[in-house]
């Protein structure tokens, strides 16, 4: 499974941009795919996730700000993010995680880099 990212940049507090990750490979019909990002010095968190059957999860920082989307037949994941702050400056990862037993099957994107100036 390969992944790749797109739509990153510089965007000032207030702005608003859109993520995208393609995704490729062999895929399972089931799995569960995410947006994570990591700021300077910090630790990689969930920012938001989708899983078959149209389950989605937002971490409470981004909760009315960010919206999650997902193409099932494109293998498309989108991340809109709008009211964009500061402090959502990080590389924001595509994510992926699939499989028939344990441990599932995790794929990570190289990385798109956010950066939000005032």
């Known amino acids: 499974v390969q992944l790749v990212e797109s739509g990153g940049g510089l965007v000032q507090v207030g702005g608003s941009l859109t993520l995208s990750c393609q995704a490729s490979?062999?895929?399972?019909?089931?799995?569960?795919m995410g947006w994570y990002r990591q700021g300077p010095g910090a630790q990689r968190d969930m920012v938001a996730t989708w899983r078959t059957g149209g389950v989605s999860v937002y971490a409470d920082s981004v909760k009315g700000r960010f919206t999650i989307s997902h193409d099932i037949a494109q293998k498309t994941l989108s991340l809109q993010m709008s009211s964009l702050k500061a402090e959502d400056t990080a590389v924001y990862y595509c994510?992926?995680?699939?499989?028939?037993?344990?441990?599932?099957?995790?794929?990570w994107g190289q990385g798109a880099q956010v950066t939000v100036s005032s």
């Open positions: 994510w992926l995680q699939q499989g028939h037993i344990l441990p599932l099957e995790e794929y």
């Open positions: 490979g062999y895929i399972l019909n089931y799995y569960s």
